[in-house]
């Protein structure tokens, strides 16, 4: 298998550029989540999808920020405009929905560098 | 609300001393706990969970992590610890009121392990 897959692994932008992160989950995963990890608030749940649906954006920052799922084996999250305090590793992570006792997957993460 | 709590913020233990990493958590309803581990520039893995049964469950590399209801704690342990073992832990809540999909982290316990 070849696991849940982000891009880019590192992006550095410029305060005000928009910025778009990518991932593919795991095939046959239908809940797919979007999380964001710093050092100051540790891992925050930003939004999830259940079959392609959003479920729960409660956890997106701001209007800047926002993420779609136009299909079951893609989903973007982008942020625009960017700024510095963006700066994290963002993770997506998908599991099989359905079935609510599930681990989830990890993607490798996306830093995102603004300066 | 759902929420788990890690009071340590690190750990430290000698190689092939056992180890444990402290979680309690907080939710309505029967829970559903995980633990994850992330090793450095990694995305988090699944180590072993708890929906139901027995009270000691066991998972990946060695580690186990007891359920305890009346003091509503999810202690990962193993008992000996190996250098390779050091990472961030995190203990993790399934929020069954959002339709239970919804993952809530704790802040995340950094294991040492010195040889």
């Known amino acids: 298998d070849a696991g849940v897959i982000q891009s880019p692994r590192h992006e550095v932008t410029e305060m005000g550029q928009e910025v778009t992160l990518r991932c593919k989950p795991i095939?046959?995963?239908?809940?797919l989540f979007w999380y964001r990890q710093t050092m100051m608030r540790g891992l925050e749940l930003l939004i999830y999808?259940?079959?392609?649906?959003?479920?729960?954006d409660s956890g997106m920052p701001e209007d800047r920020f926002s993420a779609k799922m136009p299909n079951a084996s893609f989903s973007t999250l982008k942020i625009q405009p960017s700024e510095p305090r963006d700066s994290a590793v963002y993770f997506c992570?998908?599991?099989?929905?359905?079935?609510?006792?599930?681990?989830?997957?990890f993607g490798e993460g996306s830093r995102l560098t603004v300066l | 609300a759902q929420s788990v709590a890690q009071p340590e913020d690190q750990v430290n233990v000698a190689e092939g001393n056992p180890l444990t990493v402290k979680c309690t958590y907080s939710?309505?309803?029967?829970?559903?706990l995980f633990w994850y581990v992330q090793y450095p520039n990694r995305g988090l893995q699944f180590l072993l969970k708890?929906?139901?049964?027995?009270?000691l469950v066991k998972g990946s590399y060695g580690f186990e992590a007891e359920f305890n209801k009346s003091q509503t704690s999810f202690h990962l342990k193993k008992p000996s610890a190996l250098v390779s073992d050091s990472a961030l832990y995190f203990c993790?809540?399934?929020?069954?009121?959002?339709?239970?999909?919804?993952?809530?982290f704790g802040a995340g316990t950094r294991l040492f392990v010195k040889a």
């Open positions: 992570a998908s599991t099989v929905g359905g079935a609510n006792t599930g681990e989830l997957f």
């Open positions: 095939s046959g995963h239908n809940s």
């Open positions: 999808f259940n079959n392609n649906v959003p479920i729960d």
């Open positions: 939710v309505s309803g029967n829970p559903y």
């Open positions: 708890y929906i139901t049964g027995d009270n």
């Open positions: 993790a809540v399934r929020d069954l009121n959002t339709g239970g999909f919804k993952t809530i």
